[in-house]
């Protein structure tokens, strides 16, 4: 088969790979940075016999993901931050009734309404469900456009392996960029998994529930307990990250999505300077690749964690070295990216040669 390439945003290509992916339903509500997705899907979608609605705001747009997944459709929302906070509720639901689903979310400065620039200020509203109660999201976070397609099309397969909402972690950057990107083929709607818990076609068998609701306490608990176990086989299973010349480094960059980008071009500089920085990237931010972190700082040698936020992934990857290695910081927020010169400068800074 001839492979496809094409030019695109990577709104569009998230889109692009929905679609491929076997996205039946999609439901959002426009916001910027992440309107081309949406429109993408308006003008792709309906030609092919699948649904695509407009909905009259994000809390509607997620309770719509919830309902259109529990009848059997492959379905997927978007939104920017503010249009994520709204979507809280419908995911705590959606955890709790364990109903898969795809959440890209092309983060914006914040909090609040903030400013429209890349950030990576959800990290924490992602990693940590979000919503109330016990949950988790399985948490994606592509750095390029190419990543932003593959990741959007494992996405779906993640939520109907796990029976759980996924989360695609893009920035402003991500979702408005321009690069070439192969496209995954397309899936034969015939292919997709079977999913023989969703509600509907009910002749000859008892009425199916898919709620959150247990009012009894220790029903609750073990319901509660038993997805606990879920995560454990998913960090078994599931977690992804990018290690660059970390073996003999003197010194680690810890970074994902587009400040991992910056990053790759500071170990540049670095190299062309005689320095020995590697670059550890988390692909799955939940969940989290602790253990290979933590194995990693057994050297001793010191991290410098690159974050679009005031310092948030810099606590996950604390808790996985574990004190055996010094753990900094460096940190931009409300749209300001670093640039590869400022982290050279700082990794040149704490390897004693600035």
């Not at 979000?130 to 099309?153: M, N, R």
């Not at 029903?219 to 998913?234: D, G």
Request: glycine share 10%.
């Amino acid at each position: 088969m001839t492979e496809e390439k094409r030019l695109m945003k990577g709104n569009e290509a998230i889109g692009e790979a929905a679609i491929r992916a076997g996205c039946t339903a999609y439901f959002g509500y426009p916001i910027t940075p992440q309107n081309e997705l949406t429109a993408y899907m308006a003008q792709n979608m309906l030609d092919k016999g699948r649904i695509f609605i407009q909905a009259e705001s994000e809390v509607a747009a997620i309770n719509m993901v919830y309902g259109a997944s529990a009848a059997g459709a492959r379905a997927m929302t978007s939104s920017s931050s503010p249009g994520v906070s709204l979507k809280q509720e419908g995911l705590s639901y959606a955890a709790g009734a364990d109903i898969p689903l795809v959440l890209v979310n092309v983060v914006r400065g914040g909090p609040g309404l903030g400013s429209i620039a890349p950030s990576q200020a959800d990290y924490f509203q992602a990693t940590r469900g979000g919503g109330h109660g016990d949950y988790y999201t399985i948490v994606l976070a592509p750095k390029s456009v190419q990543e932003a397609a593959d990741l959007t099309y494992l996405a779906f397969d993640l939520a109907d392996t796990w029976r759980m909402p996924v989360v695609v972690l893009a920035d402003g950057m991500i979702g408005q960029m321009m690069e070439g990107v192969v496209l995954p083929p397309s899936r034969d709607l015939a292919d997709l998994p079977r999913r023989d818990w969703t509600v509907g076609h009910m002749h000859g068998r008892e009425a199916r529930h898919l709620t959150s609701l247990d009012l009894v306490p220790e029903s609750l608990e073990a319901k509660v307990r038993q997805r606990f176990q879920r995560y454990e086989e998913i960090k078994a299973r599931e977690v992804r990250y990018e290690a660059v010349d970390v073996d003999q480094a003197d010194l680690i960059l810890v970074a994902y999505g587009t400040a991992a980008r910056v990053c790759l071009g500071a170990k540049k500089l670095a190299d062309a300077a005689g320095l020995r920085v590697g670059l550890f990237r988390p692909i799955t931010l939940w969940p989290f690749p602790e253990k290979a972190l933590a194995q990693l700082a057994k050297r001793g040698k010191p991290f410098l964690t690159v974050e679009m936020s005031m310092g948030q992934m810099v606590e996950d990857v604390k808790l996985s070295v574990l004190g055996q290695a010094p753990v900094h910081l460096l940190a931009h927020c409300g749209g300001v990216i670093p640039t590869e010169e400022e982290v050279f400068e700082e990794a040149k800074r704490l390897l004693g040669r600035g």
